[in-house]
Every structure is written in structure tokens, then in C-alpha cells.
């Protein structure tokens, strides 16, 4: 009864991570540190995560954030390195 109390809504866990790594997306695109196909990509993650959290798997989601996160994270010293080139690859 729970889990399909759960099941079709967007959780607060869910939101919360989802803004978050939406503003680090528009974040590394206006700072070109990070390339688009690779924020591309994020986009699509998110979607999919999202979709998982309506279903209710809520823990599975926030893993699949967690991804996204890890995925168009810069390093120390790459945005530096990178700044002459434009993006990342």
C-alpha cells in the first residue's frame, strides 16, 4: 500500500536533486566547461530519472542523479586547463 501510495508522484528527494543538477548543467553551459553533447546527455538522464521517480523507485533515481552529477563534474584545475579550448571532451 505504501509503494503505490509513492508510485506517480515526484517526491521532494526527487525535486531537490533534480534542480540541483539542472542549475550545474546551465551552470557548465555558461561557463562552456563542460561539452553539449556531453549536457545533452544529462538532459536525457534527468528525463529518465524523473520518469523512474514517478514510478515510486525513488532510491534508484536518486542514484541516476547522483550519475548525472558525476558525469559533467570538472576536476580541479580542468576548467583552467580547458579555458582556451571551450569545452571539454
Known sequence: MI???AAGSF???CAARDLAILK??????STNTVSAEKLG???IEMM???MVCYEGRV???LELY????Q????GPGLAEQNAGRGTLR
Do not use: L, N, W
Open 71 to 74: 558525469s559533467i563534474s570538472v
Open 41 to 43: 546527455d544529462a538532459m
Open 48 to 50: 529518465h530519472a524523473r
Open 11 to 13: 517526491t521532494r528527494g
Open 3 to 5: 509503494g503505490s501510495a
Open 66 to 69: 547522483d550519475g548525472i552529477s
Open 59 to 61: 532510491v534508484e533515481a
Open 24 to 29: 550545474v548543467i546551465e551552470d557548465r553551459e
